[in-house]
């Protein structure tokens, strides 16, 4: 076995895996933020339906009262607002990966950030490992 440090490592491979590594976690937040979005934008519309009955005001008084369309909007239209979160939040993290696994790569070719790798050579053999005894059947078996 031979150890030493790695020497070059594809750039474009590393920005490929870091925009991949990044879309999928935020996919994830994204998709948790268009939920928190969606349930908050209905916690609101009630929050304004009650106080605006218990006041007596019209809802345009009250704080948030111009956005209230936009807000149920929001709020009925979850299954969309979600996914189009998700992918939003996905594309700025993919965005940020790529550039996160270019720099990355481009530290390692530069001798910045080195790795260290284990290596077996085809022609040795490998170490033999230590054969067990055949194991030995309990009472009943």
């Known amino acids: 076995m031979v150890n030493d440090f790695l020497v070059r490592l594809s750039i474009r491979s590393a920005m490929f895996a870091g925009a991949i590594t990044g879309f999928v976690f935020g996919l994830f937040v994204g998709g948790l933020l268009g939920a928190l979005l969606s349930w908050f934008a209905g916690a609101i519309v009630d929050w304004q339906s009650q106080l605006g009955y218990s006041l007596g005001v019209t809802q345009q008084l009250l704080p948030l009262g111009d956005q209230i369309n936009s ?15 998700g992918l939003l939040v ?4 993919a965005f ?19 790795i260290q790798v284990s290596v077996i050579r085809r022609d040795e053999r490998p170490l033999r490992r ?3 005894a055949p194991r030995r059947k309990a009472v009943g078996e």
């Not at 807000?71 to 979160?85: G, Q, Y």
């Not at 996905?90 to 993290?93: A, T």
């Not at 940020?96 to 950030?113: D, P, R």
């Open 71 to 85: 807000l149920e909007s929001l709020s009925d239209r979850w299954f969309l607002v979600i996914p189009a979160v």
């Open 130 to 132: 230590r054969v067990r």
């Open 90 to 93: 996905g594309l700025l993290g």
């Open 96 to 114: 940020i990966g790529l550039l996160a696994g270019g720099l990355w790569a481009g530290l390692v070719n530069m001798g910045v950030l080195p």
